[in-house]
């Protein structure tokens, strides 16, 4: 039997570009903060006072993962949990000022680590590789959410 060619399987490579992404994001951003934890620290600068599943569904995370972050957050001390004044049952997430100090520090690391990230190509080549990135990612969020079409024409 022959082996097969990795370098033509999406998930090979997604998990060795996941891997480079780790290893960038440790050492160039932070060894503390995780890239979810800032996706759910931007969603919130984006829309703060937004209920934790809605953060969920903002950047991409299942419930049991962003029950664990905002928890991870919560207790370094980065987002306010505050009851909804319409739904008791509800908490609404805030940054506080450490969370939101956090948030502008991470930015900057971010951006310089993107750049080191996307080196490899050109900025035509960069459009293109987040087109297909973002058409392959939305159209695999359909695998989770029955209902929904798992092809889409691009």
Same mark, same amino acid.
């Given at each position: 039997?022959? $082996?097969?060619?990795?370098?033509?399987? *999406?998930? %090979?490579?997604?998990?060795?570009?996941?891997? $480079? %992404?780790?290893?960038?994001?440790?050492a160039?951003?932070?060894?503390?903060i995780?890239?979810?934890?800032?996706?759910?620290?931007?969603?919130?600068?984006?829309?703060?006072?937004?209920?934790?599943?809605? !953060?969920?569904?903002?950047?991409?995370?299942? =419930?049991?993962?962003?029950?664990?972050?905002?928890?991870?957050?919560?207790?370094?001390?980065l987002?306010?949990?505050?009851?909804?004044?319409?739904?008791?049952? =509800?908490?609404?997430?805030?940054?506080?000022?450490?969370? $939101?100090?956090?948030?502008?520090?991470?930015?900057?690391?971010?951006?310089?680590?993107?750049?080191?990230?996307l080196?490899?190509?050109?900025?035509?080549?960069?459009?293109?590789?987040?087109?297909?990135?973002?058409?392959?990612?939305?159209?695999?969020?359909?695998?989770?959410?029955?209902?929904? *079409?798992? !092809?889409?024409?691009?």
């Amino acid at each position: 039997m022959a $082996a097969v060619d990795l370098s033509t399987h *999406p998930g %090979h490579l997604a998990r060795r570009l996941q891997q $480079a %992404h780790y290893l960038l994001w440790n050492a160039m951003v932070s060894e503390e903060i995780t890239s979810p934890q800032f996706a759910v620290l931007n969603a919130l600068v984006a829309e703060p006072g937004l209920d934790q599943r809605t !953060v969920g569904e903002r950047v991409g995370l299942d =419930r049991s993962t962003i029950a664990e972050v905002i928890s991870r957050l919560s207790r370094r001390g980065l987002l306010d949990k505050v009851r909804d004044p319409q739904d008791g049952r =509800r908490f609404l997430l805030r940054l506080t000022d450490e969370g $939101a100090r956090t948030h502008r520090k991470l930015t900057v690391r971010t951006a310089r680590m993107n750049q080191v990230f996307l080196a490899p190509l050109s900025a035509e080549e960069r459009a293109v590789f987040f087109s297909l990135l973002q058409r392959v990612s939305d159209a695999a969020e359909g695998l989770r959410n029955p209902g929904e *079409p798992l !092809v889409t024409q691009g």
